[in-house]
């Protein structure tokens, strides 16, 4: 099982990057599979997640309207397109998918969602 993840860098307040997470190795298509980020001195916060109970995607609040997650089930493949970032958006953002089937919301906001694999992570920094 592998997840890559990667697109990250360096961009100035209101720019945009996209993320990428190709995967191997598992049902992609029967995976609850999301995106997680972690800042300097902070926990790891669910950003965007795509569920298999409710095939719905779930937001964090703070990027809703500026992030949009999308995935290519022929590539195993799950994208994050990050517009107007922000300065509060640096983090390292890490790509987890799970064998289980969960809602979009309890996947990425549930500690006792159980995250099976996890990408290595990729740096965002946003500079004011």
């Known amino acids: 099982v592998q997840l890559q993840a990667s697109g990250g860098g360096l961009v100035q307040s209101g720019g945009s990057l996209r993320l990428t997470c190709a995967t191997s190795g598992f049902s992609f298509e029967n995976s609850a599979i999301g995106w997680f980020r972690q800042a300097p001195g902070k926990g790891r916060e669910g950003v965007s997640c795509?569920?298999?109970?409710?095939?719905?995607?779930y937001y964090l609040d703070s990027v809703k309207g500026r992030f949009t997650i999308s995935s290519d089930n022929a590539e195993d493949t799950v994208y994050l397109q990050m517009n107007g970032l922000k300065p509060e958006d640096t983090a390292v953002y890490y790509c987890?998918?799970?064998?289980?089937?969960?809602?979009?919301?309890?996947?990425?906001?549930?500690?006792?969602?159980?995250?099976?694999?996890w990408g290595q992570g990729t740096q965002v920094t946003v500079s004011s």
């Open positions: 987890a998918a799970s064998l289980r089937e969960y809602t979009a919301s309890y996947y990425c906001e549930s500690t006792m969602a159980l995250r099976d694999y």
């Open positions: 795509m569920g298999t109970v409710d095939n719905t995607t």
